[in-house]
């Protein structure tokens, strides 16, 4: 089980949660990094990676590991779907509301705790879609 609830509010976090809070882009630490770097010029990449951990394991936020690429943040930790698009790469939120009944179901299966589950449609995103239609007139 991971642990939640409290988690110890430092400048850095708090730094790392408003530039999470402020795209809704899925970036990637790297990203993240970037971004904190412009309000604190001398932290470190080190020090980012620890603290987007230290959030995830108290459910501030979620990571998103995509096998052995580089994992993508969600500062919504709340369940949600998401579609991941194979032209441009974006992960956006789906607004619809999730199955919470499939964990009923995958906890029959047998001795299974379950506590979250991930679901992810691939495809075109919408933008992609327009520009692939815009190609096509011009
Ligand atoms: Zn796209
Ligand atoms: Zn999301």
Not at 21 to 39: L, N
Not at 56 to 81: M, Q, T, V, W
Request: with cysteine; aromatic share 8%.
């Amino acid at each position: 089980m991971k642990p939640k609830g409290f988690v110890r509010r430092t400048r850095q976090r708090e730094a790392i949660l408003e530039v999470l809070r402020g795209t809704k882009s899925h970036p990637t630490a790297d990203w993240v990094y970037q971004e904190v770097r412009k309000e604190m010029p001398h932290v470190s990449l080190g020090t980012i990676y620890r603290n987007l951990r230290t959030l995830s394991e108290h459910g501030e936020i979620r990571e998103l590991a995509y096998g052995s690429n580089h994992s993508r943040f969600d500062a919504n930790p709340h369940s949600h779907y998401h579609f991941v698009c194979d032209s441009c790469g974006a992960i956006e939120d789906l607004e619809m509301p999730t199955f919470q009944e499939l964990n009923d179901k995958v906890e029959k299966l047998g001795d299974y705790q379950v506590l979250n589950h991930r679901l992810e449609f691939y495809g075109i995103c919408p933008d992609c879609v327009r520009e692939k239609s815009d190609r096509r007139v011009n």
